[in-house]
T-cell receptor, first 111, second 117 residues
Framework: QKEVEQNSGPLSVPEGAIASLNCTYS??????FFWYRQYSGKSPELIMF????GDKEDGRFTAQLNKASQYVSLLIRDSQPSDSATYLC???????????FGTGTRLLVSP | GAVVSQHPSRVICKSGTSVKIECRSL??????MFWYRQFPKQSLMLMAT?????????EQGVEKDKFLINHASLTLSTLTVTSAHPEDSSFYIC?????????????FGDGTRLSIL
């Protein structure tokens, strides 16, 4: 069973702080990893993806991938109340087109 | 960015009704689209992979005769929930992948909230 695991949270951070979201995956064949943001009652929105070990930065967001540890993370700098949402981590299904989603981490950014 | 349009956004209907949901890729061609279902406070569950011009591939436990998928063109996939019952009430979301896009992420439609009375 290919799995992606996330802490359900909620993760509470004050406005302006760094939010750190973590994810582990079980399938060593997975190549690409995705972070989606989902507001309550809405569909997921792609934030960023990563497929090489190391860091990838896009604005306030940094994705980190460690394939040896099968670990993916998302850092959100200067967190804003509008970042409050559920963040879904997803991994591709080892060469197949499907994505396996984690259950999501709920982030709460307080003003 | 890649835009996926889903229609309708909300459906309320009586038990036994069949409901059709459309998923369109507006600015790209999608040879493959995906259909998900999400129950409240749960994660996305893949129902099936829709392949243009061929039969859909259903995930284990998803009834193919109940959830009919048609992917007749490179920009349109439809999901028909046949003889819907209250337990089919859920948030149905489609996604598409744009060929050649780096990383090939899935881009999601806005979802269809289905309520069966």
């Amino acid at each position: 069973q290919k799995e992606v695991e996330q802490n359900s949270g909620p993760l509470s951070v004050p406005e302006g702080a760094i939010a750190s979201l973590n994810c582990t995956y079980s399938d060593r064949g997975s190549q690409s990893f995705f972070w989606y943001r989902q507001y309550s009652g809405k569909s997921p929105e792609l934030i960023m993806f990563i497929y090489s070990n190391g860091d990838k930065e896009d604005g306030r967001f940094t994705a980190q991938l460690n394939k040896a540890s099968q670990y993916v993370s998302l850092l959100i700098r200067d967190s804003q109340p509008s970042d409050s949402a559920t963040y879904l981590c997803a991994a591709d299904s080892g060469g197949f087109q499907k994505l396996v989603f984690g259950t999501g981490t709920r982030l709460l950014v307080s003003p | 960015g890649a835009v996926v349009s889903q229609h309708p956004s909300r459906v309320i209907c009586k038990s036994g009704t069949s409901v059709k949901i459309e998923c369109r890729s507006l600015d790209f061609q999608a040879t493959t689209m995906f259909w998900y279902r999400q129950f409240p406070k749960q994660s996305l569950m893949l129902m099936a992979t829709s392949n243009e011009g061929s039969k859909a591939t259903y995930e284990q436990g998803v009834e193919k005769d109940k959830f009919l998928i048609n992917h007749a063109s490179l920009t349109l996939s439809t999901l028909t929930v046949t003889s819907a019952h209250p337990e089919d009430s859920s948030f149905y979301i489609c996604s598409g992948r744009r060929q050649g896009e780096v990383g090939q992420p899935q881009h999601f439609g806005d979802g269809t909230r289905l309520s069966i009375l």
